[in-house]
Nanobody, 123 residues
Framework: QVQLVESGGGLVQAGGSLRLSCAAS????????MAWFRQAPGKEREFVAA????????YYADSAKGRFTISRDNAKNTLYLQMNSLTPEDTAVYYC????????????????WGQGTQVTVSS
């Protein structure tokens, strides 16, 4: 069973960048499809991006395309999300998720979750 810990959130001005990290332990990281989701206050959790086990494939929500990049380092058991050109609409708690599934945008398909890291973008 894998444990996930996110870091890298914070307060940034609109137009700025942040890099989120998700450190995994307790499992074989390379065997998991990984994803980022986010949840803004009063809204449902939404898919941001996903990456396949050996980073051969990625998939992004329309809101993330061209601005965010998901990547992973299987040697370091770490997932990343590089976020550029941030807007106040990106303000949310960002969660990493893992499962032995294929790339999927459905949160219910991911069984392992981190505790989340807050991203706040000021205008």
């Amino acid at each position: 069973q894998v444990q996930l810990v996110e870091s890298g959130g914070g307060l940034v001005q609109a137009g700025g960048s942040l890099r989120l990290s998700c450190a995994a332990s307790g499992g074989t990281f390379s065997s998991y499809t990984m994803a980022w989701f986010r949840q803004a206050p009063g809204k449902e959790r939404e898919f941001v991006a996903a990456i396949s086990r050996v980073a051969g494939s990625t998939y992004y929500a329309d809101s993330a395309k061209g601005r965010f990049t998901i990547s992973r380092d299987n040697a370091k058991n770490t997932l990343y999300l590089q976020m550029n050109s941030l807007t106040p609409e990106d303000t949310a708690v960002y969660y990493c998720a893992a499962d032995r599934t294929t790339l999927n945008v459905d949160a219910s398909r991911y069984h392992y979750w981190g505790q989340g890291t807050q991203v706040t973008v000021s205008s």
